[in-house]
């Protein structure tokens, strides 16, 4: 593995302190994320630590409203940071995306005394959020999730399970989208609960292909109780509220993925260029020369993209459709990119002495967390050409 570090990249900032900002997580992400990210993943362990240093440093929030301690930050310079961060352990960019997720049904739909109680801890004290959508058998078809809630004088109570939870077992506390009332989307309601409450209990983490570090679980509500002023937004309003943040959510993994694949595509540059074969580097035969700049071409057309849809969410427009097309854009190229890392490494790319066969298996679960890229295809053609007829 090469200790060089990676070229920056070369971005286009709205402001002079968007630039700085982005100095600062380059910073922290060679300093304190990317050395250890290979041995932490291999082992497992969850770098809360560098949650609590983002947190201090003010990163958690940073797409939020200053008066409650976030950054306010446009999309635009939250989503560079997201990728800064997952080009040097997806496990932490992707951690920062979940954590902004977990946050924003109460940022967008909570009141202000409920904002005021709780955001300023959820953006800058240190806390960690999970949101809990996806159940067992209510994946990509959430609308039919059956986790209940049921109304108890001035108490809510949850039972039943929620599945693939990022941050399962360990987040302070949960975005959970619970039925209260009528089948299907109309029934759903959102709750803030905390990680401690009584009755939530975690299940042993998933033992996954990638991201070994980052603890994916099911948790258990077993009777939670929760006091209704923990109730984000009205009654039935919960899978409004969990289709907004994925739209948001999905800028995020696009984001992520394209850390992950710029990642890739320096450790295969380095290589190139260090390795000889028949007295020449091989980034001087044209296959592999050929392969580099189609790698480096899915980037930049995948950055552009998430940055096209970060853009139109600052303005206030629009921007499902292309949320979801640089959701699929973005993760199909990582996964591109960092198999194609590993083929130009040979060998070596194939062993854990190098970075990229941790990368590849990580791009992977991209294509798959925060709605599959069939679901992908499905919003976009749904936008293109209106809601199926069958």
Same mark, same amino acid.
């Given at each position: 593995?090469?200790?060089?570090?990676?070229?920056?990249?070369?971005?286009?900032?709205?402001?002079?302190?968007?630039?700085?900002?982005?100095?600062?997580?380059?910073?922290?992400?060679?300093?304190?994320?990317?050395?250890?990210?290979?041995?932490?993943?291999?082992?497992?362990?969850?770098?809360?630590?560098?949650?609590?240093?983002?947190?201090?440093?003010?990163?958690?929030?940073?797409?939020?409203?200053?008066?409650?301690?976030?950054?306010?930050?446009?999309?635009?310079?939250?989503?560079?940071?997201?990728?800064?961060?997952?080009?040097?352990?997806?496990?932490?960019?992707?951690?920062?995306?979940?954590?902004?997720?977990?946050?924003?049904?109460?940022?967008?739909?909570?009141?202000?005394?409920?904002? *005021?109680?709780?955001? +300023? #801890?959820?953006?800058?004290? @240190?806390?960690? =959020?999970?949101?809990?959508?996806?159940?067992? $058998? !209510?994946?990509?078809?959430?609308?039919?999730?059956?986790?209940?809630?049921?109304?108890?004088?001035?108490?809510?109570?949850?039972?039943?399970?929620?599945?693939?939870?990022?941050?399962?077992?360990?987040?302070?506390?949960?975005?959970?989208?619970?039925?209260?009332?009528?089948?299907?989307?109309?029934?759903?309601?959102?709750?803030?609960?905390?990680?401690?409450?009584?009755?939530?209990?975690?299940?042993?983490?998933?033992?996954?292909?990638?991201?070994?570090?980052?603890?994916?679980?099911?948790?258990?509500?077993? *009777?939670?109780?929760? +006091? #209704?002023?923990?109730?984000? @937004?009205?009654? =039935?309003?919960?899978?409004?509220?969990?289709? $907004? !943040?994925?739209?948001?959510?999905?800028?995020?993994?696009?984001?992520?993925?394209?850390?992950?694949?710029?990642?890739?595509?320096?450790?295969?540059?380095?290589?190139?260029?260090?390795?000889?074969?028949?007295?020449?580097?091989?980034?001087?035969?044209?296959?592999?020369?050929?392969?580099?700049?189609?790698?480096?071409?899915?980037?930049?057309?995948?950055?552009?993209?998430?940055?096209?849809?970060?853009?139109?969410?600052?303005?206030?427009?629009?921007?499902?459709?292309?949320?979801?097309?640089?959701?699929?854009?973005?993760?199909?190229?990582?996964?591109?990119?960092?198999?194609?890392?590993?083929?130009?490494?040979?060998?070596?790319?194939?062993? !854990?002495?190098?970075?990229?066969?941790?990368?590849?298996?990580?791009?992977?679960?991209?294509?798959?967390?925060?709605?599959?890229?069939?679901?992908?295809?499905?919003?976009?053609?749904?936008?293109?050409?209106?809601?199926?007829?069958?």
């Amino acid at each position: 593995m090469t200790d060089r570090a990676p070229q920056p990249v070369d971005r286009q900032l709205p402001t002079e302190e968007s630039r700085d900002l982005l100095a600062l997580v380059r910073e922290i992400a060679q300093r304190e994320i990317r050395p250890k990210a290979a041995e932490e993943e291999d082992s497992g362990r969850f770098p809360r630590e560098v949650f609590t240093l983002l947190s201090e440093a003010g990163l958690l929030g940073l797409p939020y409203a200053g008066e409650y301690g976030g950054g306010e930050q446009p999309y635009e310079v939250y989503l560079q940071v997201l990728e800064e961060l997952a080009a040097a352990r997806l496990t932490v960019g992707l951690g920062v995306s979940v954590h902004s997720l977990a946050c924003h049904g109460l940022a967008g739909y909570g009141t202000k005394e409920q904002q *005021g109680a709780h955001l +300023p #801890d959820m953006l800058g004290g @240190g806390l960690l =959020g999970a949101y809990c959508l996806s159940e067992p $058998a !209510a994946g990509s078809d959430a609308a039919s999730l059956t986790t209940k809630a049921v109304r108890d004088g001035d108490d809510w109570v949850i039972t039943g399970t929620k599945a693939w939870i990022t941050h399962g077992g360990v987040a302070d506390f949960y975005t959970v989208l619970a039925r209260t009332g009528v089948e299907g989307p109309k029934g759903i309601t959102a709750f803030l609960v905390p990680g401690d409450a009584e009755g939530l209990t975690a299940a042993v983490p998933e033992k996954k292909m990638g991201m070994k570090g980052s603890p994916t679980a099911q948790l258990h509500f077993d *009777g939670v109780r929760v +006091p #209704d002023a923990r109730r984000i @937004g009205e009654e =039935g309003q919960g899978f409004t509220i969990a289709l $907004a !943040a994925l739209d948001a959510g999905r800028l995020g993994i696009a984001a992520c993925a394209i850390g992950v694949a710029q990642a890739a595509l320096d450790e295969a540059l380095t290589y190139a260029l260090d390795r000889k074969q028949f007295g020449h580097p091989i980034a001087d035969f044209q296959g592999l020369r050929f392969m580099l700049a189609d790698m480096a071409t899915k980037i930049e057309a995948g950055r552009a993209l998430y940055l096209a849809a970060a853009r139109l969410r600052d303005a206030g427009k629009p921007f499902s459709r292309q949320a979801a097309m640089a959701k699929l854009f973005c993760t199909d190229a990582a996964m591109a990119v960092t198999t194609d890392a590993v083929q130009i490494l040979g060998g070596y790319g194939y062993t !854990a002495d190098f970075p990229v066969e941790r990368l590849m298996r990580e791009a992977k679960v991209l294509q798959i967390v925060e709605g599959t890229n069939q679901i992908q295809r499905m919003v976009i053609a749904r936008h293109l050409a209106g809601p199926e007829t069958r």
